[in-house]
């Protein structure tokens, strides 16, 4: 049974930082493509950042040079470190992983709150 686990959400200032981190299991994060997505209240879920299995990232434009995806095999834990953050980057945070080459993500973690207060 594949599980992701998101952890390390909370309330911070605007301009602070936060690292939250998922912990796959029965899943070997290095063998798929890795994302962040996040919901607003009232917005539609938007793909924060992504990493493949190679460690190609992408990020949404609005979380460019602030946010960065990473990935410690060894731990099996997909991590998203955001600095500079923003009232607008309040939102739930969920983990995801797609099989290569797959058009949909496959698996969901079950959130994390980040509030960002101004």
């Known amino acids: 049974q594949v599980q992701l686990v998101e952890s390390g959400g909370g309330l911070v200032q605007a301009g602070g930082s936060l690292r939250v981190s998922c912990a796959g299991s029965g899943i070997i994060v290095s063998a798929h493509t890795m994302g962040w997505y996040r919901q607003a209240p009232g917005k539609q879920r938007e793909l924060v950042a992504s990493?493949?299995?190679?460690?190609?990232?992408n990020y949404l434009d609005s979380v460019k040079g602030r946010f960065t995806i990473s990935r410690d095999n060894a731990k099996n834990t997909v991590y998203l470190q955001m600095n500079s953050l923003r009232p607008e980057d309040t939102a739930v945070y969920y983990c995801?992983?797609?099989?290569?080459?797959?058009?949909?993500?496959?698996?969901w973690g079950q959130g994390t709150q980040v509030t960002v207060s101004s």
């Open positions: 990493i493949t299995s190679g460690g190609s990232t």
């Open positions: 995801t992983a797609r099989k290569i080459g797959a058009p949909r993500w496959d698996y």
